[in-house]
């Protein structure tokens, strides 16, 4: 089992910045990848970024340039998020990856206003 817990969402306005954070713990030597995705109401749950064990990460185009994906050798994994803009209003989850089995963190609340 994978424990994660995200911390670091709020209100922001357009243009500025947040900092997600996400701590993992329980069976964490066996995680390959971790990352964000998020999801709004009534729409399918998206990646946002993650990031594998050798350091290779992947990002939605729609957040290239803007947001940065970084990890703490697998206790954490964070998410910079800049320029922010209404459409990157959503409930961020962290994810995990561990032995091909998922698990997602409660979810932190992103709000974004124009």
């Known amino acids: 089992q994978v424990r994660l817990v995200e911390s670091g969402g709020g209100l922001v306005q357009a243009g500025g910045s947040l900092r997600l954070s996400c701590a993992a713990s329980?069976?964490?030597?066996?995680?390959?990848?971790l990352g964000w995705y998020r999801q709004v109401p009534g729409k399918q749950r998206e990646l946002v970024a993650t990031?594998?064990?050798?350091?290779?990460t992947d990002y939605a185009d729609s957040v290239k340039g803007r947001f940065t994906i970084s990890s703490n050798a697998k206790i954490a994994v964070y998410l910079q998020m800049n320029s922010l803009k209404p459409e990157d209003t959503a409930v961020y989850y962290c994810?995990?990856?561990?032995?091909?089995?998922?698990?997602w963190g409660q979810g932190t609340q992103v709000t974004v206003s124009s």
């Open positions: 329980g069976l964490i030597f066996s995680v390959s990848r």
């Open positions: 990031m594998a064990t050798d350091g290779s």
């Open positions: 994810y995990a990856d561990s032995r091909s089995r998922e698990y």
